[in-house]
């Protein structure tokens, strides 16, 4: 079972989302899969709903890689790079991907590709010209600030987590380098990015639009085009959250 588990990640990119507002019950039993310094984090927050949307991420994560590598959650050791990335050191060939926004958490996960994966809340409050101006080119601000205003929210949020799905795969995390991506605003299942700093390297990516519920937007980005999407909600609603997730 655990080569066809393998096999599988080879050929795809595997989505596991889940939402907070029926999670509150599994959260007792995803805590002891956090390391101490997870935990010690998670204790810190000072809102219900931030430390939870913490720990569905990282006991997720560690369930997910469990599944795939037979072996208890708790096992499960992650290490952290000098800008934040998560992976999984005991075998690197694994790469995953947490995001949270809101009641969404979600964790992206395949082999031997880099992945990263954003969703937003398309409901929040912003300026959108004037962050749109600080992440966008030149040329794509103006094709931006051309768009009808009915279209500009969608088109911001699938900007954003185009690129800040690109650059958590690439472990960058949002920087300066913003203005030097450049992504497709409108609307496609799969998009492609240009990257100013790798113009080569950048053509191996695929963008791939996640379907989520209204006032949500996300974004899974992966250097392999030949991967494709499997896409699991998983409902943690009680207790035996290695029962939840899909076979």
Same mark, same amino acid.
């Not at 995803?30 to 101490?36: Q, R």
């Not at 390297?201 to 499997?230: E, F, I, Q, S």
């Given at each position: 079972?655990? +080569? ?5 990640? $080879?050929?795809? %990119?595997?989505v596991w989302m889940t939402e %907070?507002?029926?999670?509150? +019950?599994?959260?007792? &039993?995803?805590?002891? /899969? ?10 810190? &927050?000072?809102?219900?709903? $931030? ?36 992976? #999984?050191?005991?075998? *690197?060939?694994?790469? &995953? ?31 959108? *010209?004037? %962050? ?8 794509? #601000? ?6 009808p205003e009915q279209e500009k929210?969608?088109? #911001? &949020? ?36 240009? +990257? ?22 996300? /974004?899974?980005? /992966? $250097? ?5 999407? $499997? #896409? ?10 290695? *029962?939840?997730?899909?076979?």
């Amino acid at each position: 079972m655990k +080569d066809e588990r393998r096999e599988h990640l $080879d050929g795809n %990119v595997v989505v596991w989302m889940t939402e %907070v507002s029926t999670s509150w +019950d599994a959260l007792p &039993f995803l805590e002891p /899969c956090l390391d101490a310094q997870d935990r010690e984090r998670a204790a810190r &927050f000072h809102f219900a709903d $931030d430390r939870a949307r913490y720990v569905l991420g990282r006991g997720l994560a560690r369930n997910i890689l469990g599944r795939y590598l037979a072996r208890t959650p708790e096992t499960i050791e992650l290490a952290a790079t000098e800008r934040g990335q998560l992976y #999984f050191p005991d075998d *690197e060939t694994m790469r &995953f991907s947490i995001t949270h926004a809101r009641d969404l958490v979600a964790v992206a996960l395949t082999t031997r590709a880099r992945v990263g994966i954003d969703i937003e809340y398309t409901e929040r409050k912003l300026n959108l *010209e004037g %962050v749109a101006e600080r992440i966008l080119s030149a040329e794509d #601000f103006r094709e931006f600030e051309a768009l009808p205003e009915q279209e500009k929210v969608a088109a #911001f &949020f699938r900007i954003w987590t185009r690129k800040e799905a690109y650059l958590k795969a690439t472990g960058e995390g949002i920087t300066n380098a913003l203005k030097e991506i450049s992504v497709s605003m409108h609307a496609e299942e799969i998009g492609t990015i240009a +990257d100013a700093r790798d113009a080569a390297g950048a053509k191996k990516w695929r963008m791939h639009a996640l379907t989520l519920p209204t006032n949500y937007m996300g /974004c899974v980005a /992966c $250097d392999d085009a030949a991967k494709r999407m $499997d #896409f699991q909600r998983v409902r943690l609603d009680g207790s035996d959250v290695a *029962e939840a997730l899909p076979k």
